[in-house]
């Protein structure tokens, strides 16, 4: 048997580390900050990221958070406005001290908010998709594919489909503005020729007008770069006006929603996209199927009816990235930044990135897969044309 004296001690050592544990208490949590678009006439694109962000953070905290530490997501809506975007950024980084930031949903708000996270040396990896967020940027980076890679890939299909001369019309914000530059750079290197060129601002409701012009210039396909609502309303004003001939998208066109939108007149619709809305048809070896599958799969039971879209895969991709740069780095914004550009061969929802200090992107122009709408639904073009 223990001495009295001995198990005084023993007890009282007890005691101490009893103390000692209950001081040391949980890790201190790491604070993410995240900014979309979830309200507003891009809300398409925000609502879809905001939900898969706010799934991986439950995820992640419920399997015990990041060695130990719980993540803590704090979400600012930006409704598309750069303004609103400015404000929240300055808000999380001032007031709630996070140690990076996804988002914005936007390349206009991407713009906006860049130069204060550059400022301030805090990561932001952008949910938008325009090459020029990330252009000698150190503290910026992106997941969705470059918009100049997608300009290029429509007009390698329309070349290869023995299109010559094209029509083009987009809309006027920092998005569509990109996209134009991308189309009218590349075309000639394609051998296209851009024989009309129109716009319409972001609020238009009705773009028949130009559409006269392009079907009257004798163009044999159109391009169309814009967010919502145009997605909808081109195809249906161009179905109104009898314009039999293609109609490409942008990488925007990536939600179902659009097509609901558009109805009988988004038939035939060709867009570049990533692979997730056309998961279940890629071969079962194909590297990004089983990442895709899962996604798609959890998040559909979370959100049903809602279907998965490429923009709430871009946050998904956002976040993952961010988590493994805080696993490797800890809660320290430079060695965060610094982990997320030396991040390679991380298989995504748009591709297998791999970042480097030249390239911020990380993903080259075959992370995209030319889709086409077939009976209201996405599906690869060379399994349909």
């Known amino acids: ?6 198990l005084v001690a023993l007890v009282l050592v007890l005691c101490l580390v009893l103390a000692a544990i209950g001081c040391a208490g949980p890790k201190t949590p790491y604070k993410i900050g995240a900014i979309f678009a979830i ?6 694109l925000g609502e879809p990221e905001r939900n898969t962000a706010r799934m991986i953070a439950e995820e992640i905290n419920q399997a015990g958070g990041i060695d130990g530490h719980l993540l803590e997501l704090i979400i600012e809506d930006t409704a598309g406005d750069p303004t609103n975007a400015m404000n929240a950024v300055n808000k999380l980084i001032e007031k709630d001290n996070v140690l990076a930031i996804i988002g914005p949903s936007r390349t206009g708000t991407s713009l906006a908010v860049a130069p204060i996270c550059e400022e301030n040396e805090v990561p932001l990896i952008s949910c938008a998709a325009a090459a020029s967020i990330v252009e ?4 910026v980076f992106k997941t969705p594919q470059r918009d100049d890679h997608a300009a290029i890939r429509i007009l390698e299909h329309m070349r290869d489909a023995g299109i010559e001369k094209i029509g083009i019309i987009t809309g006027t914000t920092s998005f569509g503005i990109g996209g134009r530059e991308q189309l009218k750079k590349y075309a000639p290197e394609m051998g296209i020729e851009i024989i009309a060129d129109e716009t319409y601002g972001p609020d238009d409701a009705d773009m028949t007008a130009q559409l006269q012009k392009i079907k009257e210039s004798g163009a044999q396909a159109v391009v169309n770069w814009s967010i919502v609502p145009a997605q909808a309303i081109v195809p249906k004003n161009m179905k109104q006006l009898g314009m039999d001939i293609p109609l490409y998208q942008s990488h925007g066109f990536g939600n179902i929603k659009y097509v609901e939108a558009a109805g009988e007149a988004a038939e035939g619709v060709l867009f570049p996209a990533g692979r997730l809305l056309v998961a279940e048809t890629l071969p079962e070896a194909h590297p990004q199927k089983a990442v895709l599958m899962e996604y798609k799969t959890r998040y559909e039971e979370r959100f049903s009816p809602d279907q998965v879209s490429t923009f709430g895969g871009h946050a998904y991709d956002a976040l993952h990235i961010v988590v493994g740069a805080l696993k490797k780095a800890g809660a320290d914004r430079a060695k965060i930044r610094d982990a997320i550009e030396t991040t390679q061969g991380f298989v995504g929802t748009g591709g297998i990135f791999n970042y480097s200090a030249d390239d911020h992107t990380g993903l080259t122009k075959d992370a995209f897969e030319m889709l ?4 209201g639904k996405f599906a690869r073009a060379k399994d349909v044309l």
């Open 1 to 6: 048997m223990l001495h009295h004296k001995s």
């Open 39 to 44: 309200t507003g006439p891009a809300s398409w």
């Open 136 to 139: 000698g940027r150190r503290w």
């Open 372 to 375: 086409i709408v077939k009976d």
